[in-house]
Nanobody, 114 residues
Framework: VQLQASGGGLVQAGGSLRLSCVVSGNIFSISTMAWYRQAPGKQRELVAQVASTGASTHYADSVKGRFTISRNNAKNTVYLQMNTLKPEDTAVYYC????????WGQGTQVTVSS
């Protein structure tokens, strides 16, 4: 399984970004998927997760109401819409399968300037 995240960039506080993660392999449609992030000097943390059907989602308290996770099983892709970004959202963002962790891949850098 390969996980390829993209869509990061530099944005001002209050701005928006949409991340995408394409997943190779046969596990995508049957797996809960999640976005994680790791800021410099900090541990990797779970940001949001979505069930295999997309019907159930879960968010870290720090992003509730600002981020939306979604998926397209036909495209083996999971998305993270990030609105009202804050400088503390600056991190490398990764996707993975939370109940069957795969190799992390390179992630995508999100930098929010104040």
């Amino acid at each position: 399984v390969q996980l390829q995240a993209s869509g990061g960039g530099l944005v001002q506080a209050g701005g928006s970004l949409r991340l995408s993660c394409v997943v190779s392999g046969n596990i995508f449609s049957i797996s809960t998927m999640a976005w994680y992030r790791q800021a410099p000097g900090k541990q990797r943390e779970l940001v949001a997760q979505v069930a295999s059907t997309g019907a159930s989602t879960h968010y870290a308290d720090s992003v509730k109401g600002r981020f939306t996770i979604s998926r397209n099983n036909a495209k083996n892709t999971v998305y993270l819409q990030m609105n009202t970004l804050k400088p503390e959202d600056t991190a490398v963002y990764y996707c993975n399968v939370p109940y069957d962790l795969q190799s992390w891949g390179q992630g995508t850098q999100v930098t929010v300037s104040s």
